[in-house]
Protein backbone atom coordinates (compact mmCIF):
# COMPACT_ATOMS: atom_id res chain seq x y z
CA UNK A 1 0.00 0.00 0.00
CA UNK A 2 1.35 3.31 -0.89
CA UNK A 3 1.06 6.16 1.33
CA UNK A 4 0.16 9.45 0.31
CA UNK A 5 2.93 11.97 0.96
CA UNK A 6 1.15 15.10 3.15
CA UNK A 7 0.34 18.36 1.31
CA UNK A 8 -0.07 21.45 3.18
CA UNK A 9 -1.36 25.21 1.33
CA UNK A 10 -1.51 28.33 3.03
CA UNK A 11 -4.10 31.10 2.82
CA UNK A 12 -4.29 34.61 3.23
CA UNK A 13 -7.03 36.95 3.21
CA UNK A 14 -6.58 40.86 4.65
CA UNK A 15 -8.82 43.19 3.64
CA UNK A 16 -7.20 45.95 3.86
CA UNK A 17 -4.98 44.75 0.89
CA UNK A 18 -6.03 41.72 -0.94
CA UNK A 19 -8.93 41.71 -2.70
CA UNK A 20 -9.25 38.32 -2.31
CA UNK A 21 -8.31 35.43 -0.40
CA UNK A 22 -4.27 34.43 -1.49
CA UNK A 23 -2.10 31.46 -1.68
CA UNK A 24 0.93 32.70 0.25
CA UNK A 25 2.42 28.97 0.20
CA UNK A 26 2.13 25.47 -0.69
CA UNK A 27 4.00 22.38 -0.69
CA UNK A 28 4.56 18.69 -0.63
CA UNK A 29 6.07 16.03 1.84
CA UNK A 30 8.85 18.29 4.52
CA UNK A 31 7.42 21.36 2.93
CA UNK A 32 4.06 20.75 3.66
CA UNK A 33 5.52 19.89 7.35
CA UNK A 34 7.73 22.91 7.37
CA UNK A 35 4.25 24.85 6.58
CA UNK A 36 1.87 23.07 9.08
CA UNK A 37 4.68 23.66 11.91
CA UNK A 38 4.99 27.14 11.20
CA UNK A 39 1.21 27.62 11.63
CA UNK A 40 1.15 25.78 15.21
CA UNK A 41 4.08 28.08 16.25
CA UNK A 42 2.10 30.92 14.82
CA UNK A 43 -1.25 29.67 16.15
CA UNK A 44 -2.80 29.75 13.08
CA UNK A 45 -5.51 27.65 12.40
CA UNK A 46 -5.27 25.03 9.95
CA UNK A 47 -8.03 23.34 8.40
CA UNK A 48 -7.71 19.99 6.92
CA UNK A 49 -9.34 19.22 3.64
CA UNK A 50 -7.73 17.12 1.60
CA UNK A 51 -9.94 18.30 -1.55
CA UNK A 52 -9.66 21.53 -0.92
CA UNK A 53 -5.90 21.33 -0.87
CA UNK A 54 -5.97 19.18 -4.19
CA UNK A 55 -7.69 22.06 -5.79
CA UNK A 56 -5.44 24.94 -4.14
CA UNK A 57 -2.30 23.26 -4.69
CA UNK A 58 -2.71 23.79 -8.43
CA UNK A 59 -2.46 27.83 -8.10
CA UNK A 60 0.78 29.28 -7.88
CA UNK A 61 1.83 30.73 -5.03
CA UNK A 62 0.20 34.60 -4.72
CA UNK A 63 -2.45 33.75 -7.04
CA UNK A 64 -6.01 34.99 -6.12
CA UNK A 65 -8.68 32.45 -4.91
CA UNK A 66 -10.41 31.79 -8.30
CA UNK A 67 -14.46 32.93 -7.90
CA UNK A 68 -15.50 29.33 -8.48
CA UNK A 69 -13.51 28.48 -4.97
CA UNK A 70 -14.76 31.57 -3.04
CA UNK A 71 -17.89 29.87 -1.47
CA UNK A 72 -15.19 26.70 0.11
CA UNK A 73 -12.61 29.11 1.24
CA UNK A 74 -15.01 31.48 2.86
CA UNK A 75 -16.21 28.37 4.63
CA UNK A 76 -12.32 28.05 5.94
CA UNK A 77 -12.40 31.81 7.12
CA UNK A 78 -15.11 31.12 8.92
CA UNK A 79 -14.28 28.42 10.85
CA UNK A 80 -11.00 30.39 11.85
CA UNK A 81 -13.13 33.34 13.12
CA UNK A 82 -15.56 31.06 15.54
CA UNK A 83 -11.74 29.79 16.53
CA UNK A 84 -10.42 33.22 16.70
CA UNK A 85 -13.85 34.14 18.86
CA UNK A 86 -13.68 31.56 21.19
CA UNK A 87 -10.38 32.12 22.62
Keep these: ???ERKQAV????RSDIDHSPKVIGKGAGLKAEEIIALAIENNI????DVSLVELLSKLEVNQAIPEELYEVVAEIFAFIYRIDQNH
Design 1 to 3: MKS
Design 45 to 48: PIQE
Design 10 to 13: ALRY
